[in-house]
């Protein structure tokens, strides 16, 4: 007769298993679909540097037109989440990205600012429900401890999206003339496909729940199964059940949405400028910017494990969200001191984009803490589409002061503000109990 410590150790076994093989199954491929994802958002950021003169674009108009794709985000994305709970992430998730893979190919065929706007508010509507859709899906697999590190996984394709497409995008606009084309129509071309046809292996290949994943024994599913429904119990029971209806008026989801307005308003205003940014900084080519683009953000590649996997230690993630948005304020003050040595400036922005990005994973553990079920689906779409349009106004603004004062440098201080106002709310979260409480390591951490 097996002994209570015995029957412990083998659940354990059990789990690390099934989370081991969930995370490296789950993690690296949804992180290549938000990678897909991330690079048709901000592919405009580079193609900018040809097209604006093609369509004959002020500053302003690209950067209104290129933010503009988060206001049809906005009016979608709750209802796509709820969608994907009824239909299920395979089928769902599927839909999203041959929509979104359309919209992005015909955007290389637009033939003036306005028909450029119209593109991406169509690419907002489209992929709607893409990022919120996915994070719903890992509730349903992964417990709190292990949240973060499969998170973290996922997140890492944002700065490597920008690290890939920045070089990416360069050498693809050398090739102008090719099909006939210009460099920034070939560059919204030949990006936009992948999507398409990746929507085809998540359909095949996804499997909705843990019950239906071949990889995993039987006793791995019912070790998942059973642990995320005992936690969404436990939470039910903490916290009550947020009915669908209270979601909206929930006064901590609005601190949440107000917190990562701040982390979006710097993430998309430095992805969709960057560019523009690096070549104020000196007479380089497209491909050196290309170059030059992709160091921040390989830094942040390189960082973004390591740096959440010590935050995580410390505990309490909100404190750890307020330190590292306030590093990233510093950083990019710094950058603005430093602009006319670029060295030092591509130096600071290395520092501020690693930790705006390590940022993302462990803000994403906070609402799980408080949502279950349905509400958890709407309250997920609800933070990402209100918090994104900062997403419309980085962009936007760094746009206006770009033609203002005639250099996009200076752009970098609104990003700076809103971060700081997302750190202070970070360190007034650490001190709710709901949110402040220490997340286990998970096993092989």
């Known amino acids: 007769?097996?002994?209570?410590?015995?029957?412990?150790?083998?659940?354990?076994?059990?789990?690390?298993?099934?989370?081991?093989?969930?995370?490296?199954?789950?993690?690296?491929?949804?992180?290549?679909?938000?990678?897909?994802a991330y690079i048709d958002r901000n592919n405009a950021g580079f193609a900018k540097l040809e097209?604006?003169?093609?369509?004959?674009?002020?500053?302003?108009?690209?950067?209104?037109?290129?933010?503009?794709?988060?206001?049809?985000?906005?009016?979608?994305?709750?209802?796509?989440n709820l969608l994907l709970e009824r239909f299920g992430?395979?089928?769902?998730?599927?839909?999203?990205?041959?929509?979104?893979?359309?919209?992005?190919?015909?955007?290389?065929?637009?033939q003036d600012a306005t028909q450029f706007a119209i593109a991406r508010f169509l690419l907002g509507i489209a992929e709607a429900g893409f990022f919120p859709g996915v994070l719903l899906y890992l509730t349903l697999w992964f417990p709190r401890q292990y949240r973060t590190q499969v998170l973290a996984v996922f997140a890492l394709s944002n700065p490597l999206a920008n690290a890939i497409a920045a070089p990416l995008s360069g050498w693809i606009m050398g090739l102008h003339g090719f099909l006939g084309m210009e460099g920034w129509q070939l560059v919204f071309l030949l990006e936009g496909v992948p999507a398409v046809l990746l929507a085809f292996v998540v359909f095949f290949w996804l499997p909705d729940r843990p019950q239906d994943a071949r990889w995993l024994t039987a006793a791995e599913q019912r070790w998942i199964s059973d642990t995320v429904a005992e936690e969404t119990a436990a939470t039910e029971r903490?916290?009550?059940?947020?009915?669908?209806?209270?979601?909206?008026?929930?006064?901590?989801?609005?601190?949440?949405?107000?917190l990562f307005f701040g982390v979006v308003f710097g993430a998309y205003g430095l992805g969709l400028w960057l560019p523009t940014i690096v070549k104020g900084m000196g007479d380089f080519s497209t491909a050196t910017i290309g170059w030059l683009v992709a160091v921040p953000n390989i830094c942040a590649a390189l960082l973004m494990l390591p740096w959440e996997r010590a935050a995580r230690k410390q505990g309490n993630i909100p404190l750890q969200v307020g330190i590292t948005l306030s590093i990233t304020a510093l950083s990019l003050l710094a950058a603005?001191?430093?602009?006319?040595?670029p060295v030092l400036a591509l130096a600071a922005l290395c520092v501020g984009m690693s930790a705006l990005f390590a940022t993302t994973p462990l803000f994403w553990?906070?609402?799980p803490m408080v949502l279950t079920g349905t509400a958890a689906a709407a309250?997920?779409?609800?933070?990402?589409?209100?918090?994104?349009?900062?997403?419309?106004?980085?962009?936007?603004?760094?746009?206006?002061?770009?033609?203002?004062?005639?250099?996009?440098?200076?752009?970098?201080l609104p990003v700076a503000a809103l971060t700081v106002m997302g750190a202070a709310i970070g360190f007034v979260l650490s001190r709710r109990p709901e949110f402040s409480k220490p997340v286990p390591i998970g096993a092989g951490d």
């Open 89 to 110: 992430a395979r089928k769902w998730i599927a839909r999203i990205m041959i929509t979104w893979g359309i919209v992005a190919v015909l955007t290389a065929f637009v």
């Open 51 to 80: 097209m604006t003169q093609a369509l004959q674009m002020t500053e302003a108009a690209f950067g209104l037109a290129a933010g503009i794709f988060f206001i049809g985000y906005l009016l979608f994305e709750v209802p796509s």
């Open 336 to 341: 603005v001191a430093a602009r006319d040595v």
């Open 1 to 36: 007769m097996s002994s209570p410590a015995h029957l412990a150790r083998t659940s354990s076994d059990v789990g690390a298993s099934a989370m081991k093989k969930a995370i490296w199954r789950l993690g690296p491929f949804l992180g290549l679909l938000y990678l897909v």
């Open 238 to 258: 903490a916290h009550g059940r947020v009915r669908l209806a209270a979601v909206f008026g929930n006064g901590r989801l609005w601190l949440l949405i107000l």
């Open 379 to 412: 309250g997920l779409a609800f933070i990402n589409s209100v918090g994104n349009l900062a997403g419309f106004a980085g962009p936007y603004a760094i746009g206006w002061i770009t033609e203002s004062t005639g250099s996009a440098v200076w752009g970098l």
């Open 365 to 367: 553990s906070l609402p």
